[in-house]
């Protein structure tokens, strides 16, 4: 099946936003086995979108676009799409009560213009959103299949996944199963090289490397007509590359690496609190996405003034003066505050410069003190990051996370 | 005059990259006056990459590409576009010393297939690349310009500063001038309701909403050959808008929520202290995206469990025991103790059922209290929240930061 990807909206001819819609899309497509030969973006044009329409099925059978499906007046795909079909508008009472249950939840008065959302092109197969108001559709008509998705990537993915590619699946009847390893602490390009002999030697199932941001993710994908003979073959190569990459796998699939830091530490018996200062509550934040960290995590204190420090984490006065906020003594000492307040096993902290401004040739941006209590044991280390504030933080977090993680596997 | 942005590269196609490129163009294009009407991304074919010039050309008088300038196998732009404008390819010896030479800088040996980089269709106009070894080229054909530039983001952006946009002023004499109005606190389609007479009588400028998140951006965008009579007409329109709006725009352009909360707080020499619980550290985080936090937050606590709500805080165990820890008592408790025990003006503090499990009849998933400490006052508001365990966390950190902003403005 030859697919192709037509993201509506004027904000991306602007360049107000970047396109990760059809990124995601081409991903997902490319594991699905469905060839994507173009991208196309329009704006709110209803003109334009029928000519880009026309393009897209003279080379593909399917299209999935994204964007155009909110209630405001720019908002046209809906329309303009059945008009391409030579479909009417009808009215659906049951997305209706959907739409008036979602406002309701959400405790606001409904506008009238979300109606609107409520119009279909007739015989439209209706796709939920679980994370908004507009629904999707999907129309067939003579071999030709246009999916329609919202724009915001967060109703997006979630509809592509729950609705999309279920109906996906039914259309071929080639199985194509994938997973994902993944991979914090080591480069893409290091990764690259470590299983250079497998990703030589691969035609089914296939392997491919991608950078998320700090992690490198492995998708082995397989595609067969026999679930279980696919299944036998992705398993057989996970021990290969498992094999060589050893710890830096973090979990697969699903897995974050909260999860998996929540699940080791739970599995001890073990628990956590945190001192953070330049990554200012990132660290709690991303342990508290899991939703079991309670189990483990008991608190997290930001301590971003001197005085927080030495008032909830006993930093002493003298090791602030001496060595300044930003160095390893202090990292050590708030871990430990931290760890002994809160009445815990471990305690993590973090001290550093995060910029754009308080860099100085000793302490320059993106110097940063990870300090660990562990069971009793203080520890600290420096590391140095590059980019913007946002980055040197976000980087910072993920850092000291994992070296708790590589700490909790070495603890038998 | 009429551009596209035609990107090329299989690596687009298979989501191994997101096109920030196309972004970068369409943000430049728009600032220079040159409308853009389509985005096409192709792979490295060299008879698609013929038709979507052929397309593209049917539309508009300029085509901008990126990709397919490097040296391997698969990088086919230049020559195919060549082909398309029927131009020989011809050796440009003063392009190859600029390359030798680069590769003397780096201190690495030419291989062999870089020469294919001297070489241009007939008549090109030689762009330089000052971040790596592909030139890039324009292309001028009976009205048609063909602008030819490298795919990776750091040689692509220089070469459009130094090479394109010297030839573009050369070529237009229109600018599109836009200024983007931030809203919170209230949706999309309310905030296109509310405007409606704006949005309804717009020409020039135009006036476009677009739903961010929590927020809602108006962006303004005026077209003439005036800068002063672009700047007058866009704050005559932002007058209007505001006139309406209020304080629902909470700042423009690079304004973000947290760093307009921090400037208020300097200005009004507040102090701020903030206690989460399911918000686990997003709202500490958020502020401190700002650098300039540290002149006003003090310090944040995440008290997840029960025990650091006491020990921290002095929430009351009679609270917890009666109330339960997500309530509005709590709420309130915890605001308190984070303002006294942090000596701050302001505490802030959330409590909540984040889910995805945990929620009850009475507490459901999505029911959060916002708990507030503003200058010896103590208050709190509930409100409930749709979407997945993360979502109700993002909101309720920019809900509560939104309200922070409002009570501070109304605090003459």
């Known amino acids: 099946m030859k697919a192709e990807i037509l993201c509506i909206g004027t904000e991306l001819l602007l360049g107000n936003i970047v396109n990760t819609n059809a990124q995601y899309l081409s991903e997902q497509l490319a594991a699905a086995g469905v060839s994507v030969y173009y991208h196309?973006?329009?704006?709110?044009?209803?003109?334009?979108?029928?000519?880009?329409?026309?393009?897209?099925?003279?080379?593909?059978?399917?299209?999935?676009?994204?964007?155009?499906?909110?209630?405001?007046?720019?908002?046209?795909?809906?329309?303009?799409?059945?008009?391409?079909?030579?479909?009417?508008?009808?009215?659906?009472?049951?997305?209706?009560?959907?739409?008036?249950?979602?406002?309701?939840?959400?405790?606001?008065?409904?506008?009238?213009?979300?109606?609107?959302?409520?119009?279909?092109?007739?015989?439209?197969?209706?796709?939920?959103?679980?994370?908004?108001?507009?629904?999707?559709?999907?129309?067939?008509?003579?071999?030709?299949?246009?999916?329609v998705l919202p724009g915001p990537p967060v109703e997006m993915t979630l509809m592509y996944e729950n609705e999309v590619v279920p109906y996906l699946q039914e259309k071929t009847d080639e199985?194509?199963?994938?997973?994902?390893?993944?991979?914090?602490?080591?480069?893409?390009?290091?990764?690259?090289?470590?299983?250079?002999?497998?990703?030589?030697?691969?035609?089914?199932?296939?392997?491919?490397?991608?950078?998320?941001?700090?992690?490198?993710?492995?998708r082995i994908t397989c595609k067969t007509s026999n679930k279980e003979e696919a299944l036998e073959k992705i398993e057989k190569m996970e021990q290969e590359v498992r094999a060589i990459l050893g710890d830096n796998i973090y979990g697969c699939d699903d897995d974050t690496l909260e999860g998996v830091i929540c699940k080791l530490l739970e599995e001890k018996g073990l628990k956590i609190a945190v001192a953070e200062s330049c990554t200012g509550g990132m660290i709690?934040?991303?342990?508290?996405?899991?939703?079991?960290?309670?189990?483990?995590?008991?608190?997290?204190?930001?301590?971003?003034?001197?005085?927080?420090?030495?008032?909830?984490?006993?930093?002493?006065?003298?090791?602030?003066?001496?060595?300044?906020?930003?160095?390893?003594q202090v990292a050590e000492e708030m871990a430990k505050g931290i760890a002994e307040t809160a009445k815990c096993d471990i305690g993590l902290s973090t001290t550093g410069v995060a910029g754009p401004g308080g860099g100085t040739p000793e302490k320059p941006v993106g110097l940063v003190y990870l300090g660990f209590y562990y069971r009793g044991n203080v520890f600290s280390q420096e590391i140095r990051l590059n980019g913007d504030r946002l980055k040197v933080r976000d980087r910072t977090t993920k850092m000291i996370l994992d070296r708790l993680r590589r700490a909790l596997l070495k603890d038998k």
């Not at 196309?40 to 393009?55: F, M, Q, S, Y």
């Not at 008991?298 to 006065?317: C, D, F, I, Q």
């Open 40 to 147: 196309t973006v329009v704006g709110d044009n209803p003109e334009r979108v029928k000519k880009a329409l026309e393009i897209a099925y003279s080379r593909a059978d399917m299209v999935i676009t994204t964007g155009g499906l909110g209630p405001t007046q720019d908002d046209l795909s809906k329309k303009t799409i059945g008009e391409f079909f030579n479909r009417e508008m009808v009215f659906n009472q049951e997305c209706m009560n959907e739409i008036e249950k979602y406002f309701k939840r959400i405790n606001r008065t409904m506008t009238k213009n979300n109606e609107s959302q409520a119009y279909f092109p007739e015989g439209a197969i209706i796709l939920k959103n679980s994370n908004g108001t507009a629904p999707g559709m999907i129309l067939e008509d003579e071999g030709k299949v246009c999916i």
């Open 175 to 218: 199985i194509i199963l994938s997973k994902t390893l993944k991979v914090m602490g080591i480069g893409e390009s290091k990764v690259e090289e470590m299983i250079s002999d497998i990703i030589n030697k691969q035609t089914n199932p296939t392997i491919a490397p991608y950078a998320k941001g700090a992690e490198v993710h492995l």
């Open 284 to 328: 709690s934040a991303k342990l508290v996405n899991h939703p079991g960290a309670s189990a483990v995590f008991m608190e997290g204190a930001v301590t971003y003034s001197n005085e927080a420090k030495m008032n909830r984490l006993n930093v002493r006065k003298e090791s602030l003066d001496k060595y300044g906020a930003v160095s390893s």
